[in-house]
């Protein structure tokens, strides 16, 4: 069965305490891992995709990275403004169209 | 730029009664999708159109019925609310149905069955 763990499900960081967030996925072949950032009473928004191990992708103080079991949401420096849910979702070869399977989330608090 | 538009923001219907959730976008998008999102649960799919005049039953897709009433537009109904359909649904679109092109979402409909 396809799967999508996260872990922590709650991670509270000081301003400038780096960390990272982890996403494990059991599927049948993945096609994307995406990350999403989400607020309180809002959608998800779009951060990145990756697509083969290996890859990595940037923005301002978010970092992704991708293995075959794993990706990992690296946040460097966070600030208050970084609080949010993150999710990730993978999209499998074997899922219908472009359906995507989402964990539950880590919800990241920072504090300055 | 608006992005994906969903209406209402917030509903409270009784037992029973029915109600259709709107959705449209603006990015040309040919496929769209809409999920549930309940606490500890993430997000599951409930239906999706994978282009104008298609539609395919996801996840979690008892109770609920979908429209595509043309490319922008991705309508949700409930026919016979029940308690357990208390949620918040999300619309999203994406570029191809094929491709993995990622997808874009509304900020959601809060619905609350009585």
């Known amino acids: 069965e396809d799967q999508v763990t996260q872990s922590p499900e709650a991670l509270r960081l000081q301003e400038g305490e780096s960390s990272s967030l982890n996403c494990s996925y059991t599927?049948?072949?993945?096609?994307?891992l995406f990350w999403y950032r989400q607020d309180p009473g809002k959608g998800p928004e779009f951060l990145f995709t990756?697509?083969?191990a290996g890859e990595e992708k940037e923005k301002e103080r978010l970092k992704a990275t991708l293995t075959k079991k794993e990706s990992f949401l690296h946040i460097t420096a966070p600030k208050p403004e970084d609080s949010a849910t993150y999710l990730c979702?993978?999209?499998?070869?074997?899922?219908?169209?472009?359906?995507?399977?989402f964990g539950k989330g880590t919800t990241l608090s920072v504090s300055s | 730029n608006a992005g994906v538009t969903q209406t209402p923001k917030f509903q409270v219907l009784k037992t029973g009664q029915s109600m259709t959730l709107q959705c449209a976008q603006d990015?040309?998008?040919?496929?769209m999708y809409w999920y549930r999102q309940d606490p500890g649960m993430g997000l599951r799919l409930i239906y999706y159109?994978?282009?104008?005049?298609?539609?395919d039953k996801g996840e979690v897709p008892n109770g609920y019925n979908v429209s595509r009433l043309n490319k922008r537009e991705f309508s949700l109904r409930l026919e016979s609310a029940a308690p357990s359909q208390t949620s918040v649904y999300f619309c999203?679109?994406?570029?191809?149905?094929?491709?993995?092109?990622?997808?874009?979402f509304g900020d959601g409909t809060r619905l609350s069955i009585l």
């Open positions: 999203a679109s994406s570029g191809g149905f094929v491709s993995n092109q990622p997808q874009h």
């Open positions: 599927v049948s072949g993945l096609r994307g």
């Open positions: 990756l697509y083969s």
């Open positions: 979702a993978v999209q499998a070869t074997n899922q219908a169209g472009t359906a995507l399977i």
């Open positions: 990015m040309n998008h040919n496929s």
């Open positions: 159109s994978a282009s104008e005049g298609t539609t």
